[in-house]
């Protein structure tokens, strides 16, 4: 059994725990980690989990929405984490004391009751990656921060029966914000955040009838709204736009159960 919650999405911090049964053995990884420790404690626990019940910690990228507690958490607790030496490498190499794993493009990642298979993307970090999720029968794609869908991040979400999937602006909403110019184009750009247009192409270019959830994720507060998206991922797939599950910047998601 696979299944995944997110438990916050956006600029003001990121993290998604993805959880794997296997017969009596339950193994937890958490995705990003941009939160402060106790914030994200309160919603761990809320999701029914300690601190100390997770076996690992995935590092999509160094920016600081993603790192948040990462070191703090790894060192008080002694859980390893994966992240790529890029990413390592732009957080000023910090030590981990025996607990980093450099993670890489295409090398599994075992933990045990599931794998987690990195895959690079293209955004505006060093060495930035995301991640496919299976037990074998189950597949699940994580993705929030990118600028476009290379070939590369098309393949590794073929089959894939649910997606966290960044859906972060709305075009026009971005072009007529008070953002300043610069801005603009660095969330517009190919290595920026993908807007609901090109999520939804996403969408049509992986969609087959295996596919269950599709979770819309790191929503702009000022340039997006959520029925902007649910309306375009919707249409996308043929669903309504009710299917479309939404990440909360601060609530998250409840637990998404994939069969």
Same mark, same amino acid.
């Not at 995705?31 to 910690?57: F, K, M, N, P, S």
């Not at 895959?119 to 990118?146: K, N």
């Not at 610069?182 to 290595?191: A, D, P, T, V």
């Not at 929503?219 to 909360?248: C, F, K, M």
């Given at each position: &059994?696979?299944?995944? +919650?997110?438990?916050?999405?956006?600029?003001?911090?990121?993290?998604?725990?993805?959880?794997?049964? /296997?017969?009596?053995?339950?193994?937890?990884?958490?995705?990003?980690?941009?939160?402060?420790?106790?914030?994200?404690?309160?919603?761990?626990?809320?999701?029914?989990?300690?601190?100390?019940?997770?076996?690992?910690?995935?590092?999509?990228?160094?920016? /600081?929405?993603?790192?948040?507690?990462?070191? =703090?958490?790894?060192? +008080?607790?002694?859980?390893?984490?994966? &992240?790529?030496?890029?990413?390592?490498?732009? #957080?000023?190499?910090?030590?981990?004391?025996? $607990?980093?794993?450099?993670?890489?493009?295409?090398?599994?990642?075992?933990?045990?009751?599931?794998?987690? #298979?990195?895959?690079?993307?293209?955004?505006?970090?060093?060495?930035?990656?995301?991640?496919?999720?299976?037990?074998?029968?189950?597949?699940?794609? $994580?993705?929030?921060?990118?600028?476009?869908? /290379?070939?590369?991040?098309?393949?590794?979400?073929?089959?894939?029966?649910?997606?966290?999937?960044? /859906?972060?602006?709305?075009?026009?909403? #971005?072009?007529?914000?008070?953002?300043?110019?610069?801005? =603009?184009?660095?969330?517009?750009?190919?290595?920026?955040?993908?807007?609901?247009?090109?999520?939804?192409?996403?969408? =049509?270019?992986?969609?087959?009838?295996? #596919?269950?959830?599709?979770?819309?994720?790191?929503?702009?507060?000022?340039?997006?709204?959520?029925?902007?998206?649910?309306?375009?991922?919707?249409?996308? $797939?043929?669903?309504?736009?009710?299917?479309?599950?939404?990440?909360?910047?601060?609530?998250?998601?409840?637990?998404?159960?994939?069969?």
């Amino acid at each position: &059994m696979l299944r995944f +919650r997110n438990l916050a999405s956006g600029s003001t911090g990121n993290a998604t725990v993805v959880e794997g049964r /296997s017969g009596t053995q339950t193994r937890r990884l958490l995705v990003d980690c941009g939160l402060g420790i106790r914030q994200l404690e309160w919603r761990l626990a809320a999701a029914g989990i300690a601190l100390q019940q997770l076996d690992g910690i995935f590092i999509t990228h160094e920016h /600081s929405d993603h790192i948040g507690c990462s070191l =703090k958490l790894a060192l +008080r607790h002694r859980i390893p984490v994966w &992240m790529s030496q890029g990413t390592h490498a732009a #957080l000023g190499a910090p030590d981990f004391d025996g $607990l980093l794993r450099v993670a890489c493009d295409g090398e599994p990642i075992d933990l045990g009751a599931f794998e987690a #298979l990195p895959f690079t993307v293209p955004h505006d970090a060093r060495e930035p990656l995301h991640l496919r999720c299976s037990d074998g029968a189950t597949h699940i794609g $994580l993705l929030t921060d990118l600028g476009h869908a /290379s070939e590369h991040v098309l393949h590794h979400l073929q089959g894939c029966h649910a997606l966290l999937l960044e /859906s972060n602006h709305d075009p026009e909403m #971005l072009q007529a914000s008070s953002y300043p110019a610069f801005l =603009k184009r660095r969330i517009s750009g190919r290595l920026g955040h993908l807007p609901n247009t090109v999520s939804a192409d996403i969408l =049509k270019a992986v969609r087959h009838d295996g #596919l269950q959830r599709v979770v819309a994720a790191h929503l702009s507060a000022q340039n997006n709204r959520p029925e902007l998206a649910q309306a375009a991922l919707a249409e996308a $797939l043929g669903w309504s736009t009710g299917d479309i599950d939404v990440a909360h910047p601060r609530e998250g998601t409840d637990w998404i159960a994939v069969n």
